[in-house]
C-alpha cells in the first residue's frame, strides 16, 4: 500500500487573522488525517506558536 505525506508550513497572511489561520489549519489537518494522508508541519520551529 502507497502512502501519501504532505509537508505544511503555513503561515498568516493579512487577510487572515491569527485565530481565522489556526482554524482553517487544523481543519485541513484534521480531513487529510480522515484521508489518510501524513501532514508533517513547522509547528516546532514556528515563533508564532503551533498552527500558524
Known amino acids: ?3 501519501i505525506t504532505l509537508g505544511c508550513a503555513p503561515a498568516r497572511r493579512s487577510i487572515f487573522s491569527a ?4 482554524k482553517y489549519r487544523n481543519l485541513t489537518k484534521k480531513r487529510l488525517e480522515e484521508l489518510g494522508i501524513s501532514l508533517v508541519d513547522i509547528d516546532d520551529i514556528n515563533g508564532e506558536g503551533p498552527s500558524l
Not at 19 to 22: G, I, S, V
Open 1 to 3: 500500500m502507497n502512502t
Open 19 to 22: 485565530p481565522d489561520a489556526r
